[in-house]
């Protein structure tokens, strides 16, 4: 336990004063927020064992406010964050990379959060050479803005491009900060990612000397509110994560909400994942609409979502959000799109309303951390982690095991060549 000093406990307060990376401290010289590296997080939920953190996607303050309220909750390490198409410069969400932190940052000193949050830029997708360029201007911005983390998705491009798209960018990324790395689109059923594919990606990457604390794998799951019987293929998952385990990378679980609490919960027993992404389930969540175990909205007969009295959002909001949906031509995976119009509109709700779509979210996220995560009193695990280590900077998991002469951009075409795999269909696999 920790000593207590004017409401925080002394290794709280150290954590503050040594584990929050320099970009943090500059932005929030005044804040009592523990805002870290990703790294932080990924290491409490090793050192507790089989346990996963929530990634919490932040469409809207109410979930960012649920969330972080669950944590403190369940004394859970946790990662908000955002995708580029949520949060982008193309966005469709308020909340964006640039004013994450900010957001957090805020949330945590009103509600005198004490566990530590990492900020996590999630799917930073690159697509082609015009998005490369971009990134080189972006992702440093991010960081100035408050980002500790990234998934640098370049999964969308064939493997020698994903790869090397990747080490490019790698002097875009603080050595300290949390990294992702993705391996195959998540598209379901079809396109699902392999061993060989795998070890490509992660070998490339030792051999170069980056780290990743993280890989997603399309491992059979979906974005967006589509159930799938086939779902998270756990031994898939775990046959990878095996391969891949000198490389000491841990797994994230994207396409949550598209599974039941059974299947998360044998992800985190037989897998190497410490962190899996909750998106859609919690924006449905916070608007009041009804959905099944498997985070997913139910609909009516008639195809529409079913709006839970006194839950989420008020009844008149709701109907005006239909019938603005209705007027674009809405299909059930496109109310996402409602986040950045409906914005203000939610905010202007009256204070019972908006609290009980924060209280909505808090439920939904404890119960995830608590019974389904295995994430329960990581927090303290995490602020180990800081002060054993005496700075922010966590270091890699890893050390170098791959030759660099056998990695060069020659050597890398030639491999990606030789490996047999199945993209699946093309289409847009962004949140």
């Known amino acids: 336990m920790c000593r207590q000093t004017s409401g925080y406990g002394d290794d709280f307060l150290r954590a503050v004063e040594i584990g929050r990376p320099h970009t943090i401290q500059k932005l929030f010289p005044n804040s009592k927020a523990l805002i870290v590296s990703g790294k932080v997080i990924d290491r409490a939920m090793l050192a507790k064992g089989r346990a996963i953190a929530m990634a919490a996607n932040g469409r809207n303050t109410f979930i960012i406010r649920g969330v972080l309220k669950a944590a403190q909750r369940a004394n859970a390490a946790v990662l908000i964050e955002i995708a580029k198409s949520e949060g982008g410069a193309k966005a469709y969400c308020a909340v964006n990379y640039w004013n994450m932190a900010l957001h957090v940052d805020a949330l945590c000193n009103e509600m005198g959060i004490t566990v530590p949050v990492a900020v996590h830029a999630d799917h930073y997708g690159i697509k082609s050479e015009k998005d490369m360029e971009t990134a080189r201007v972006e992702i440093p911005s991010m960081f100035d803005a408050g980002i500790t983390s990234i998934a640098i998705d370049a999964s969308h491009l064939p493997d020698d491009k994903n790869l090397l798209a990747s080490i490019a960018l790698n002097p875009c990324v603080p050595s300290w900060a949390g990294l992702e790395t993705e391996v195959g689109e998540i598209k379901g059923k079809e396109g699902l990612s392999t061993v060989e594919e795998a070890l490509f990606l992660i070998q490339g990457l030792n051999a170069h000397a980056i780290f990743p604390d993280w890989i997603a794998l399309n491992n059979g799951t979906t974005h967006g509110i589509e159930a799938s019987a086939q ?6 998952t775990a046959d990878i994560h095996r391969a891949l385990e000198k490389y000491r990378v841990s797994g994230a679980q994207h396409g949550t909400s598209g599974n039941s609490s059974e299947r998360l919960r044998e992800i985190a027993a037989r897998t190497r994942t410490t962190k899996a992404n909750v998106a859609t389930a919690l924006q449905m969540v916070s608007w009041g609409l009804r959905v099944n175990d498997y985070g997913n909205a139910i609909l009516d007969d008639s195809g529409r979502f079913i709006k839970e009295k006194d839950r989420g959002v008020s009844d008149e909001l709701w109907q005006e959000m239909v019938a603005f949906a209705d ?29 009980r779509m924060t209280a909505g979210v808090e439920e939904f996220a404890y119960t995830l951390m608590t019974e389904v995560f295995n994430a329960r009193d990581t927090a303290p695990l995490a602020i ?18 791959e030759d660099p002469a056998d990695w060069t951009a020659e050597k890398i075409a030639a491999r990606a060549a030789a490996i047999t795999s199945d993209k699946g269909p093309a289409g847009n696999f962004e949140d």
């Open 231 to 236: 779902g998270i293929q756990v031994d898939l």
């Open 327 to 355: 007027s674009k031509g809405y299909k059930p995976g496109d109310y996402k799109n409602l986040n950045l119009p409906f914005e203000n509109r939610l905010l202007s709700q009256p204070r019972a309303i908006r609290e």
């Open 384 to 401: 180990e982690a800081i002060l054993s280590a005496g700075t922010f900077d966590l270091g890699p998991k890893a050390e170098r095991l």
